[in-house]
T-cell receptor, first 112, second 112 residues
Framework: GQNIDQPTEMTATEGAIVQINCTYQTSGFNGLFWYQQHAGEAPTFLSY????GLEEKGRFSSFLSRSKGYSYLLLKELQMKDSASYLC?????????????FGRGTSLIVHP | DVKVTQSSRYLVKRTGEKVFLECVQDMDHENMFWYRQDPGLGLRLIYF???????EKGDIPEGYSVSREKKERFSLILESASTNQTSMYLC???????????FGPGTRLTVT
């Protein structure tokens, strides 16, 4: 099976930078996703990494090291609206299908 | 825009009732998924389908069944609802290339 770990909760100050880590142990790795989920809403896609390195998209960046089973999501210039849960999901290939498994999510609280 | 819709946002059912949760996507996606989301446990995969009339068990299929008679529609069935099935149920879809998942708005089911 898959084992995905991420911190349960983090707090940060508006305007600051925060890094949310995700470690995983899996077989058949086929990519890692980050999703954002505001309270009471559905998750929405943030980023995707399948090769090692950093992917930058505006204020958000995501990093992957496959050899270490490690990823992080970096949020810059934090805004109050960034308060949400951030879900790390590892996709594995299995019998021709692609199956994503989610971590338990990191609740980020941004305060003034 | 990809749109994934679910039949109800809120549902209250009695123990022992048969419950149908419907999910429809409009982007011709091959893969569809049903998750439940509970506090502290994250998103857990119940069933998924990679083609019409095909279904695969996820991590927690007990007490559930699914139906995929048409490509755009994936139904989750609780044969005999129990109180421990009170949860938020999320449907998602992806293309055959295993891209990011698009989620429906969720159905909050309460079983009394």
């Amino acid at each position: 099976g898959q084992n995905i770990d991420q911190p349960t909760e983090m707090t940060a100050t508006e305007g600051a930078i925060v890094q949310i880590n995700c470690t995983y142990q899996t077989s058949g790795f086929n990519g890692l996703f980050w999703y954002q989920q505001h309270a009471g809403e559905a998750p929405t896609f943030l980023s995707y990494n399948v090769l090692d390195g950093l992917e930058e998209k505006g204020r958000f960046s995501s990093f992957l090291s496959r050899s270490k089973g490690y990823s992080y999501l970096l949020l810059k210039e934090l805004q109050m609206k960034d308060s949400a849960s951030y879900l790390c999901a590892v996709r594995v290939s299995s019998g021709g299908s692609y199956i994503p498994t989610f971590g338990r999510g990191t609740s980020l609280i941004v305060h003034p | 825009d990809v749109k994934v819709t679910q039949s109800s946002r809120y549902l209250v059912k009695r123990t022992g009732e048969k419950v149908f949760l419907e999910c429809v996507q409009d982007m011709d996606h091959e893969n569809m998924f049903w998750y439940r989301q509970d506090p502290g446990l994250g998103l857990r995969l119940i069933y998924f389908s990679y083609d019409v009339k095909m279904k695969e068990k996820g991590d927690i299929p007990e007490g559930y069944s699914v139906s995929r008679e048409k490509k755009e529609r994936f139904s989750l069935i609780l044969e005999s609802a129990s109180t421990n099935q009170t949860s938020m149920y999320l449907c998602a879809s992806t293309s055959g290339q295993g891209s990011e998942q698009y989620f429906g708005p969720g159905t909050r089911l309460t079983v009394t």
